[in-house]
Every structure is written in structure tokens, then in C-alpha cells.
């Protein structure tokens, strides 16, 4: 039996814990984890059983050497953590947003090339199996060449994370707000099906959420190259709802997340083509992330977001940010 992948879990909050339940589930990783709080640090070891838990980064490396680190405090400390790991030769998840800046990443790319590490960045849409198979599709010319995307999606933030109000979510210098909570995974999604996104113009505002001021509602208009794009999310409808269309010259393609499909047609009037997934928990995309992570570390094909595509859709995000408070369109 393979040994296990000695992992090191950096904060515990919803996502952080996510990641730990799910890389336990994959039976491949001996774990501990970094966490600051020491009453959430020993609900959570108690929790999971786990026996090596840091108050500090210091203190997990004084303590012990990992070989892999994911990375699931706020958006600020995403760089200097990493820096720090793979200054030491650790192979690195990042949760998404890569960062709430520029700053550091130049640095980290550098270290991570001349360190031959494995890293990743949790955009976790693209381990979904339907957004994958329609992604080859477009991508093999199937539809003829892409001309436009619409994507809407909507959710009841409150009843998935009930503690939005005093976490990172309320404050954009902490990657708070939607843009850089929940409407990033959908421009990466977009930018992975189609290219990087050139130029975007946004309106948005805080329409319902109670208790915060950052954005709860956002409608995108962008330019990937040549090809159109809308962009629309709320945070605050009751309908959880994920809808990803690619318009070609010879047809067109959609995914849906809340239906477990993606669907096609190419004449009109045709009809619907639809390729359907049985239904999964929400842990599934991140236990297939962590297997994709770990098949990476094994020298196996890595599947993940690259640092390089996740920093794109980072400047994707400040340009968005930048033209919602000056109401001009942004070069990406």
C-alpha cells in the first residue's frame, strides 16, 4: 500500500474544514492543520481525530515537515503562506481567490519553477464531469467557433453560509463581497472554455444580504478576444441555480449545475441533447480535487487550476472591482 501523502491544512474555518473532511475521505493523506482560534482548533481535531494541530505556521514547522499544503485562510495571506512552504519545498493547493492583489505572485511563481512544485488553485468547477465534457466539446470545434457566453447563477447565500456576516465575506480587502466570493468561479469557468477575458464593464450593488455593505448582485459584461460574454449573479434568490451557455457558429452548448447536466443542440428547433450525471454531494468536486491534487504530487496529469490561469482570473477580479466604482470599461 502506497505511503500516505503527509498534508498540512492551513485554517479550519467552513472551506479549510471542507478541505480536511475531504482529503480524509480520500484515504491517501496523514494530516494536520494550522488553525489561530484554539477553540475552533480543538472542536475540529476532536472532530476528525487528529493529533498534530498548530496554533502558528512557526509552530507546524518547528514541529514537523510537511510534503503538501493547502491553504484555506483569507485571500491576503494566500501569497505570503505560500511563499513561505515553497521556500521549503512543499506542493501547494490555494484556495481561490489566488489572491486580493498582485503582490508576491512574480516571487511565487519563480520559487515554485525553480522548485519543480506541484501547485494548484481551488477552482473547483473544473473537476465538475459535465462542465468537463462540454469544455472538450467546445474546445474540439464540435460547435464551430464560439461567438458568445451567458452565464447566470443564483443562490441563498445565508442558508449555505450562515456565518457570511463575520467572516472573510464582509469586507473586499479580506475577499469579501460577490465578486471575488462566488462570481470568480464562474469568470474562471468562462475563461477556461473560452480564453481569457480581455475587457469587462460592471454594474453592481448590495441589494438584499443584511448586515453587510459589499456587493450581493452583479451583472458582467465582458470580451473574451472576439467572443461576447454576459456574466449575471445574485447571492440572495431561493433557486440555487448555475447556467454556463456557449453559442457557436454551428450550434451551442449549456451547462447545467443544478440540473447535473450539460446539453446541445446544432439545428433549430431540434430539440435538446442531454448528457445527465447522477447526483452528488457538494464534498464531491472537493474530493475530486484533492485526488487531482494527489495524483499530481504521484507525477500523475495535473488537472487543477494552474497559478497562471488562477492569477488571470485575480486580475479579471480587480478589474472588476475597479469598474464597478468607476463606471468604465477595463483592460484586462
Known amino acids: 500500500m502506497p505511503a500516505l501523502h503527509r498534508v498540512l491544512v492551513l485554517g479550519v474555518g467552513s472551506i479549510g474544514e471542507r478541505h480536511l473532511r475531504c482529503l480524509q475521505n480520500t484515504g491517501r493523506a496523514q494530516l494536520s492543520f494550522v488553525e489561530i482560534n484554539p477553540q475552533l482548533r480543538a472542536t475540529i481535531a476532536e472532530r476528525y481525530s487528529i493529533a498534530q494541530h ?10 514537523e515537515q510537511p510534503e503538501c499544503a493547502v491553504i484555506a485562510t483569507p485571500a491576503p495571506f494566500h501569497i505570503p503562506m505560500a511563499q513561505q512552504l515553497a521556500e521549503r519545498g512543499v506542493q501547494l493547493l490555494i484556495e481561490k481567490p489566488l489572491s486580493t492583489s498582485l503582490d508576491g505572485i512574480d516571487r511565487l511563481q519563480q520559487t515554485v519553477s525553480e522548485r519543480g512544485l506541484v501547485t494548484g488553485v481551488g477552482y473547483t468547477m473544473r473537476m465538475h464531469p459535465c462542465l468537463i465534457a462540454m469544455q472538450q466539446a467546445v474546445a474540439s470545434g464540435r460547435f464551430g467557433k464560439p461567438v458568445q457566453l451567458v452565464a447566470v447563477t443564483g443562490q441563498n447565500f445565508p442558508t449555505y453560509r450562515p456565518g457570511y456576516r463575520h467572516i472573510y465575506y464582509n469586507n473586499h480587502a ?3 463581497g460577490a465578486i471575488q466570493d462566488a462570481l470568480t468561479h464562474t469568470l474562471n469557468a468562462g475563461e477556461w472554455m473560452l480564453g481569457p477575458i480581455t475587457k469587462l464593464v460592471v454594474d453592481a450593488a448590495h441589494q438584499v444580504l443584511p448586515d453587510v455593505a459589499v456587493e450581493d448582485t452583479v451583472n458582467l459584461l465582458a470580451r473574451h478576444g472576439e467572443v ?5 449573479l445574485n ?3 431561493p433557486a440555487n441555480e448555475f447556467t454556463l451557455t456557449v453559442i457557436c457558429e454551428g450550434g451551442m452548448a449549456r451547462f447545467e449545475g443544478h440540473e447535473r447536466r450539460w446539453r446541445w443542440t446544432v439545428k433549430p428547433d431540434s430539440g435538446w441533447q442531454d448528457e445527465v450525471i447522477a447526483p452528488f454531494e457538494r464534498d464531491t468536486l472537493y474530493v475530486a480535487q484533492a485526488h487531482a491534487f494527489l495524483d499530481a504530487v504521484d507525477g500523475r496529469a495535473n488537472r487543477l487550476c494552474s497559478i497562471s490561469d488562477a492569477l488571470q482570473t485575480l486580475k479579471v477580479n480587480l478589474a472588476a472591482l475597479a469598474s464597478w466604482r468607476s463606471g468604465r470599461w477595463e483592460v484586462t
Do not use: D, V
Not at 461576447?228 to 449575471?232: E, F, I, V
Open 54 to 63: 498548530f496554533g502558528s505556521l512557526e509552530e507546524a514547522f518547528h514541529r
Open 174 to 176: 479580506t475577499g469579501g
Open 228 to 232: 461576447l460574454a454576459t456574466y449575471s
Open 235 to 237: 447571492q440572495h434568490q
